[in-house]
DNA sequence: ATTCACTTGCAACAATGTTGCAAATATTTT
DNA sequence: AAAATATTTGCAACATTGTTGCAAGTGAAT
């Protein structure tokens, strides 16, 4: 199913189509939240070396594929970005969330960061906003 | 100098005064922005055994004498919270800047992370926010 | 000064990330 | 469709980072 998809995807972005590369787009697609580089490992079985899936997220990222999300536990996460994306400029401004009862996290594409007024000297160049709490799912 | 200060922080968060940990607190009441365990380990010389880094660390987070930075490169920076932090519950709503061009991170002590508003069902524990760009040093 | 609790360093280990290179696979050309 | 070319993969070896148990050392309390 998001075979094709994930084939289309990769030829957008002039990355060739191998079953690795094929595999962890699935994986992105099918999961609705951030994977990080252990996610990917484990949920990828056996399957693929430690190396590939590290060179397949580097690929991704400087194809503007994926984006990465920062965290406070030294395993960053990666997400789909939205097809607007992929072209060649990021637009990137939503706001992340981290679920603190099951640990996911995920993108709010429609929660956009708010403008922020830094002091004088100081350049913005990229802003990041990360949300911890408890998700619409876990919340019930 | 920053001597006495580091052994008054020490005491009031109960924690014995050893070498390791005043030297620790001493580098982060010098330096003037946050730090990673490697940073530490750099300019704390060969004096320190890895290990008790990183339980320095925990210890002073867990007594609120530091917090953690999130970042996307996956090495955590700590810096030192403001004098009402010590007592118990956090007030850390500061925005965190990270410099592009020195590498610096910094706490924007001035700069309140201002209130998002989320999709029901989500529930709003804490919020980090990242800016990147070029910072007041770097700017001139 | 002695006792007790806590902290440190060491050693051994586990996990994570990086690099070079030959074999395998995808893409392009003929 | 097959050959040539370019790219990607897996392996091995290694570097870095983080964790745990335990004995020795140090700080704090009696």
Same mark, same amino acid.
């Given at each position: %199913?998001?075979?094709?998809?994930?084939? =289309?995807?990769?030829?957008k972005n002039?990355?060739?189509?191998? +079953?690795?590369r094929?595999k962890?787009?699935?994986?992105?697609?099918?999961?609705?939240?951030?994977?990080?580089?252990?996610d990917i490992?484990k949920?990828?079985?056996?399957k693929?070396?430690r *190396?590939? *899936?590290y060179?397949?997220l580097?690929?991704?990222?400087?194809?503007?594929l994926i984006?990465?999300?920062?965290?406070?536990?030294?395993?960053?996460?990666?997400a789909?970005?939205?097809?607007?994306?992929s072209? +060649?400029?990021?637009?990137d401004?939503?706001?992340?969330f981290?679920?603190?009862?099951?640990?996911?996290?995920?993108?709010l594409?429609?929660?956009t960061v708010?403008?922020i007024?830094?002091?004088?000297?100081?350049?913005? =160049?990229?802003?990041? %906003?990360?949300?911890s709490?408890?998700?619409?799912?876990?919340n019930?």
């Open positions: %199913m998001s075979e094709k998809k994930a084939e =289309e995807l990769l030829k002039q990355l060739s189509i191998t +079953g690795g094929r962890i787009l699935e994986l992105f697609l099918q999961h609705d939240g951030a994977l990080s580089h252990g490992e949920k990828a079985g056996e693929f070396d *190396v590939t *899936v060179r397949t580097q690929a991704f990222l400087e194809k503007g984006h990465s999300i920062p965290t406070s536990d030294n395993s960053i996460r990666y789909l970005c939205k097809d607007e994306c072209g +060649g400029q990021h637009r401004d939503h706001v992340h981290i679920c603190n009862t099951c640990g996911n996290t995920i993108c594409e429609d929660v708010p403008a007024k830094l002091p004088r000297g100081y350049v913005t =160049e990229q802003v990041e %906003m990360l949300v709490g408890v998700c619409k799912s876990c019930r």
